[in-house]
């Protein structure tokens, strides 16, 4: 099992307030992505009670809503997301909710200019009284970059500067030089400075996948790791290669994060049937899954219910009521 299990006594780095809500050492938390609704036969969701179905997850417990960066409905990508821009719906959501954390899994870097996006983050952790978290990712769909005048094969190395570009806004007057710019190095005048601040000093950022880096960079510079679903041997080799390489930089302990796809059937006992992603099956087996998972390490898995066939509401108040308790504290 998770041969690298932490010390009850320690604890993640305090970042903000949804970082250190939804991440804690030897427990998983369940979390929600966005849109909450089932739309299996178009890549397309209509969005419908998207406000009232966020508000009904923080209501239930769920710690988390994760959102997705989809610029273009790309045909063979055949996912629209919840269509809305990412930092526009946050802070929507940030004035609808209260306590739930706001996530991006994951902000794609190459096709945005940081500072953009260092602004957009901070201000939803400001309006949202810390509860933004940040994924982040090099982007996985090729046509994307055309569109914007970019190249794709190069998009790693304007991941890793972009993601130093967004930690450095956090800094007071920050002074670096970067292939995106060079706050504050060339200014006649010095003391030029982006605001807000973080709420808690940074935001966190969570990398998503490889992102064209090699692990043991991301084990040094993200402040967690986003992956896909496996099974559970393969995600406990997988996470055990991720706490030995976050142990060797000496740093602070960091979560590990997983999405998953669920189709939960009315049948409690339905056996597990494998779908994109993820997986059909009764509450039982969803729960054996999970509860496994948290045993190898994982703090989080994010719930996707593009492909749930039952009424979402429904399925949502199942979740929290037969699921949910199993990772109280």
């Given at each position: 099992?998770?041969?690298?299990?932490?010390?009850?006594?320690?604890?993640?780095?305090?970042?903000?307030?949804?970082?250190?809500?939804?991440?804690?050492?030897?427990?998983?938390?369940?979390?929600?992505?966005?849109?909450?609704?089932?739309?299996?036969?178009?890549?397309?969701?209509?969005?419908?009670?998207?406000?009232?179905?966020?508000?009904?997850?923080?209501?239930?417990?769920?710690?988390?809503?994760?959102?997705?960066?989809?610029?273009?409905?790309?045909?063979?990508?055949?996912?629209?997301?919840?269509?809305?821009?990412?930092?526009?719906?946050?802070?929507?959501?940030?004035?609808?909710?209260?306590?739930?954390?706001?996530?991006?899994?994951?902000?794609v870097l190459p096709?945005?200019?940081?500072a953009h996006v260092?602004?957009?983050?901070?201000?939803?952790?400001?309006?949202?009284?810390?509860?933004?978290?940040?994924?982040?990712?090099?982007?996985?769909?090729?046509?994307?970059?055309?569109?914007?005048?970019?190249?794709?094969?190069?998009?790693?190395?304007?991941?890793?500067?972009?993601?130093?570009?967004?930690?450095?806004?956090?800094?007071?007057?920050?002074?670096?030089?970067?292939?995106?710019?060079?706050?504050?190095?060339?200014?006649?005048?010095?003391?030029?400075?982006?605001?807000?601040?973080?709420?808690?000093?940074?935001?966190?950022?969570?990398?998503?996948?490889?992102?064209?880096?090699?692990?043991?960079?991301?084990?040094?510079?993200?402040?967690?790791?986003?992956?896909?679903?496996?099974?559970?041997?393969?995600?406990?080799?997988?996470?055990?290669?991720?706490?030995?390489?976050?142990?060797?930089?000496?740093?602070?302990?960091?979560?590990?994060?997983?999405?998953?796809?669920?189709?939960?059937?009315?049948?409690?006992?339905?056996?597990?049937?494998?779908?994109?992603?993820?997986?059909?099956?009764?509450?039982?087996?969803?729960?054996?899954?999970?509860?496994?998972?948290?045993?190898?390490?994982?703090?989080?898995?994010?719930?996707?219910?593009?492909?749930?066939?039952?009424?979402?509401?429904?399925?949502?108040?199942?979740?929290?009521?037969?699921?949910?308790?199993?990772?109280?504290?």
């Amino acid at each position: 099992m998770y041969i690298h299990k932490l010390k009850e006594e320690n604890n993640f780095e305090f970042i903000n307030q949804g970082f250190n809500n939804t991440f804690r050492p030897n427990r998983l938390s369940l979390g929600l992505t966005v849109p909450l609704e089932s739309y299996t036969t178009s890549p397309v969701p209509d969005m419908t009670r998207h406000i009232e179905r966020v508000q009904l997850a923080e209501a239930l417990g769920f710690s988390a809503v994760w959102l997705r960066d989809v610029p273009f409905n790309v045909p063979t990508f055949g996912d629209a997301g919840q269509m809305f821009d990412p930092f526009v719906y946050l802070g929507v959501l940030a004035a609808q909710t209260k306590s739930i954390a706001l996530g991006v899994a994951s902000i794609v870097l190459p096709l945005r200019h940081p500072a953009h996006v260092a602004k957009a983050a901070a201000s939803v952790d400001v309006l949202s009284n810390g509860r933004m978290i940040l994924g982040v990712a090099s982007g996985d769909r090729p046509e994307e970059y055309p569109a914007l005048n970019m190249t794709f094969d190069d998009r790693g190395d304007r991941f890793r500067e972009s993601f130093e570009y967004i930690s450095r806004m956090s800094e007071e007057t920050p002074a670096f030089e970067n292939m995106y710019g060079s706050p504050n190095v060339y200014n006649l005048r010095e003391g030029m400075d982006m605001l807000p601040k973080p709420t808690a000093g940074k935001i966190p950022m969570l990398i998503t996948g490889g992102s064209q880096q090699s692990p043991d960079w991301i084990a040094r510079n993200g402040d967690g790791w986003i992956t896909y679903p496996r099974s559970i041997d393969a995600q406990e080799k997988i996470i055990n290669g991720w706490r030995e390489r976050v142990n060797e930089t000496g740093g602070p302990l960091k979560p590990a994060v997983q999405s998953l796809y669920i189709d939960l059937l009315a049948d409690d006992d339905a056996p597990l049937q494998p779908i994109h992603l993820g997986f059909r099956s009764g509450v039982n087996q969803l729960r054996k899954y999970l509860k496994s998972s948290q045993q190898i390490g994982i703090n989080h898995v994010a719930l996707n219910l593009r492909f749930n066939q039952l009424d979402i509401e429904t399925t949502m108040k199942r979740l929290a009521d037969d699921v949910l308790p199993d990772f109280a504290e």
